[in-house]
């Protein structure tokens, strides 16, 4: 095959979005980058999502997207929403400074954002006193 007719096809298999779609894409060329970031929220190698043991398969194929394409919004912002779905808040707003950095103003990038923040635990609330309210100070 020619390269242009096999990038139309990656390309054409990427637009479909099903995971078997994207692995043939991935077959056809295994350092697309867009295809590793697309499919690594998907399924894993069984078809059942995220199961033992491929835990870390998504986390490969978001990983694997970045080193491919260490500029691309899309790798990162996968990689974020993975890293979040795993609870690992601190890498995945990592992801998240790098997607912003490269487009500020992305949407992917600031939903994520706000939804690691979301997770994060808030200031300690203060104790509360069980004592009796002291009057406001004089000036009131």
Excluded: M
């Amino acid at each position: 095959e020619s390269d242009l007719n096999r990038t139309t096809l990656v390309d054409s298999l990427l637009k479909q979005g099903d995971g078997v779609s994207l692995r043939r894409a991935l077959r056809l060329d295994p350092t697309h980058s867009l295809t590793h970031a697309r499919l690594a929220p998907l399924v894993t190698p069984d078809g059942r999502k995220n199961s033992a043991p491929w835990q870390s398969f998504p986390e490969w194929h978001s990983r694997r997207a970045t080193q491919l394409a260490p500029n691309s919004v899309d790798a990162w912002t996968s990689s974020a929403d993975i890293l979040e779905q795993r609870g690992k808040l601190g890498p995945c707003l990592d992801a998240v400074a790098l997607a912003l950095r490269l487009a500020p103003n992305n949407d992917d990038a600031l939903y994520l954002k706000a939804v690691a923040l979301s997770h994060r635990p808030s200031c300690p609330s203060p104790r509360i006193s069980r004592s009796k309210p002291q009057a406001p100070p004089a000036r009131w």
